[in-house]
């Protein structure tokens, strides 16, 4: 019974994906998104009292209403940088706030790492359970995990491929056509994770 709800669990979190994953933003994030709202906002009546052309008041203001949205998503910040003027907004400080929540972004760890962690984590509990159960789960976990990594290091080299060996991206597609579309699918998803 306990091999049925490991491998139901280990299925559905592989299946799954790690697209609805998300790690919630960080202060400098929100005040970041936050800072973005108020820029585009000050550009876009910034853009229509200097009577800017047609097309710039139009980017300005769709801007504006798109930061909106990573205000909405990301939440508001505990404490608001300054933003009542345009010194205000390119301040030092709130240049730094920018620097900090793009390198705080990149930090996040991928899917790779993720699914990585997720695998190590189920070979944990397997082995907590013990028994034949237990050892084969880990066995198949411990498999699963080399066999991810192995298929990591294989697109990042395709991709690295691609990138340095631009003349010889027809030759590589035309060798990958007989992929399965099963195949396909899958390196597109973790090209895209």
Same mark, same amino acid.
């Given at each position: 019974?306990?091999?049925?709800?490991?491998?139901?669990?280990?299925?559905?979190?592989?299946?799954?994906?790690?697209?609805?994953?998300?790690?919630?933003?960080?202060? +400098?994030?929100? %005040?970041? #998104?936050?800072?973005?709202?108020?820029? =585009? /906002?000050?550009?876009? *009546?910034?853009?229509? !009292?200097? $009577?800017?052309?047609?097309?710039?008041?139009?980017?300005?203001?769709?801007?504006?209403v798109q930061s909106r949205a990573f205000t909405a998503d990301y939440g508001l910040p505990d404490q608001f940088p300054a933003a009542d003027s345009a010194e205000a907004?390119?301040?030092? +400080?709130?240049? %730094?706030? #920018?620097?900090?929540?793009?390198?705080? =972004? /990149?930090?996040?760890? *991928?899917?790779?790492? !993720?699914? $990585?962690?997720?695998?190590?984590?189920?070979?944990?509990?397997?082995?907590?359970f013990g028994g034949v159960y237990g050892v084969r789960a880990a066995r198949f976990l411990s498999e699963a995990r080399v066999k991810s990594k192995a298929l990591r290091?294989?697109?990042?080299?395709?991709?690295?491929?691609?990138?340095?060996?631009?003349?010889?991206?027809?030759?590589?597609?035309?060798?990958?056509?007989?992929?399965?579309?099963?195949?396909?699918?899958?390196?597109?998803?973790?090209?895209?994770?």
């Amino acid at each position: 019974m306990s091999k049925v709800i490991l491998v139901s669990v280990v299925s559905v979190l592989l299946l799954a994906g790690c697209e609805s994953l998300r790690f919630a933003p960080g202060e +400098s994030q929100k %005040q970041n #998104a936050w800072l973005h709202e108020q820029t =585009a /906002r000050m550009a876009a *009546d910034v853009a229509q !009292l200097e $009577d800017s052309s047609g097309e710039l008041q139009g980017l300005t203001k769709l801007c504006e209403v798109q930061s909106r949205a990573f205000t909405a998503d990301y939440g508001l910040p505990d404490q608001f940088p300054a933003a009542d003027s345009a010194e205000a907004i390119l301040a030092q +400080s709130n240049q %730094q706030i #920018a620097q900090t929540a793009l390198a705080e =972004a /990149r930090k996040r760890p *991928d899917a790779w790492d !993720l699914a $990585d962690g997720a695998m190590e984590l189920g070979i944990g509990i397997a082995a907590l359970f013990g028994g034949v159960y237990g050892v084969r789960a880990a066995r198949f976990l411990s498999e699963a995990r080399v066999k991810s990594k192995a298929l990591r290091e294989i697109i990042e080299g395709n991709e690295l491929f691609k990138r340095t060996c631009a003349d010889s991206e027809q030759a590589f597609k035309q060798a990958h056509k007989d992929q399965s579309p099963q195949t396909r699918r899958l390196v597109t998803q973790f090209k895209n994770a």
